[in-house]
């Protein structure tokens, strides 16, 4: 004989409801956060002439371990700037990694960096109410203290080594 733990999966008999179903978490205060990019995934643009990296950075130390930021470097796109900004913001995060010539997106993911984390006020309409909400934005990406300094190139080891070990 099953129990409804077996068919759901959980007993809801011990576990409390949640009211708010938007799926986002509070955002977190401001602050310098130790994270590592956990996802890293190539993406077209909504009008198929650019792409974009999207990129998950996972917190992993403090209150506020486990959380995640979404980041989208863009690459190329029709506007210029917003190209250049994409680039720049891509050569910080090597840079911080210590990174610069990485062979796969494996070579991008799981290293120590720091985090400057803002919150960022959004209004839209909804039902016909004006809502607010507050989520994390990323405003740099530094190296952490022990991470080595970057290079133009990798000058030991193969491709599938950790990147520290390059």
């Known amino acids: 004989m099953s129990t409804i733990a077996d068919f759901l999966g959980f007993d809801p008999n011990e576990t409390e409801a949640i009211e708010n179903f938007e799926g986002k978490q509070p955002a977190m205060p401001e602050g310098e956060y130790k994270a590592v990019a956990s996802k890293a995934e190539r993406k077209r643009n909504k009008a198929g002439d650019g792409w974009y990296w999207e990129f998950v950075f996972t917190v992993i130390d403090g209150e506020y371990k ?12 029709r ?7 994409g680039q720049g913001q891509m050569k910080r995060f090597l840079v911080a990694i210590s990174n610069l010539a990485p062979k796969n997106e494996a070579d991008l993911l799981g290293i120590p960096i720091s985090l400057q984390v803002k919150c960022r006020k959004d209004t839209y309409s909804k039902n016909g109410q ?37």
């Not at 506007?79 to 900004?85: G, L, Q, S």
């Not at 994390?136 to 530094?142: E, F, G, K, M, Y």
């Not at 080595?148 to 950790?162: E, F, M, V």
């Open 66 to 77: 486990g959380r995640t930021i979404t980041h989208y470097f863009n690459m190329m796109t």
């Open 79 to 85: 506007n210029e700037i917003a190209t250049r900004i």
């Open 130 to 166: 004006q809502v607010e909400t507050i989520s994390n934005t990323i405003s740099r990406i530094d190296p952490c203290d022990n991470n080595p300094p970057a290079q133009q190139a990798p000058t030991a080891g193969k491709s599938d080594d950790a990147p520290w070990k390059r």
